[in-house]
């Protein structure tokens, strides 16, 4: 267990549809990150937030948005959903820039 | 930008032996940090070792080991005694160390196979 936790696990959604998929990090853990894991993508960093801050963006379609809250907490919220889209989505943690990111278990998103 | 290349989609080892699996990385910087993580069939991502380039002594831990080759932007992992619940997809990732670069570049995997 990585101390992080991710809900829901599973997402099963329709095209052209919002979700919000959460994200906890580890107690202490000022750095979360958000990462999309597909078949043709592979894993992708798509933004992170450090103590509330937006601090980097990647490969983040506008259709995607992310925030992080004053109890470090974070989510991911994706809108007017593809099929594409179907994912696992990954938080990760850190206490430090240059520090190991744990990973918390993922949600699988599937928009149908 | 960073690139991470693992050149070997699939590998296969018997129980007990060992195996080496290959990753190259393009960057510019002169400091960063390498990682392989494991996923195994549960999805969890694990981190398994570490490197930091600054470093010229191999990363080990336990039946992990790395031969990093700085000159040659090679990452290589090699598994010792290999065992079933080593079975996973294995990701070499790659860190850098400054500018606007906060993120994982992660190479597109190996399917490690254990044979019993």
């Known amino acids: 267990d990585s101390g992080v936790t991710q809900t829901p696990k599973h997402l099963i959604t329709a095209t052209g549809q919002r979700v919000t998929l959460r994200c906890s990090p580890r107690?202490?853990?000022?750095?979360v990150y958000w990462y999309q894991q597909s078949l043709d993508q592979g894993l992708q960093f798509l933004i992170q937030?450090?103590?509330?801050?937006?601090?980097a963006k990647g490969n983040i379609l506008e259709r995607f948005s992310a925030q992080q809250f004053p109890d470090l907490h974070s989510e991911l919220n994706l809108s007017s959903l593809e099929l594409g889209d179907s994912a696992l989505y990954f938080c990760?943690?850190?206490?430090?820039?240059?520090?190991?990111?744990?990973f918390g278990p993922g949600t699988r998103l599937t928009v149908l | 930008a960073q690139t991470v290349t693992q050149s070997q989609p699939e590998m296969s080892v018997q129980e007990a032996e060992t195996v080496t699996l290959s990753c190259t990385y393009d960057?510019?910087?002169?400091?960063?940090?390498l990682f392989w993580y494991k996923q195994p069939p549960s999805r969890q991502m694990i981190l398994v070792i570490r490197?930091?380039?600054?470093?010229?002594q191999n990363a080990t831990e336990n039946r992990f080991s790395v031969n990093f080759q700085k000159a040659a932007k090679s990452f290589s992992l090699k598994i010792s005694d290999s065992q079933l619940g080593d079975a996973a997809m294995y990701f070499c990732?790659?860190?850098?160390?400054?500018?606007?670069?906060?993120?994982?570049?992660f190479g597109k995997g190996t399917l490690l196979t254990v044979n019993p």
């Open positions: 990760a943690s850190s206490d430090g820039d240059y520090n190991e990111q744990f």
């Open positions: 107690s202490g853990d000022l750095s």
């Open positions: 937030y450090y103590n509330g801050e937006e601090r």
């Open positions: 960057t510019s910087e002169s400091d960063y940090y």
């Open positions: 490197q930091e380039a600054y470093k010229q």
């Open positions: 990732a790659y860190w850098g160390s400054g500018g606007s670069n906060y993120k994982l570049t």
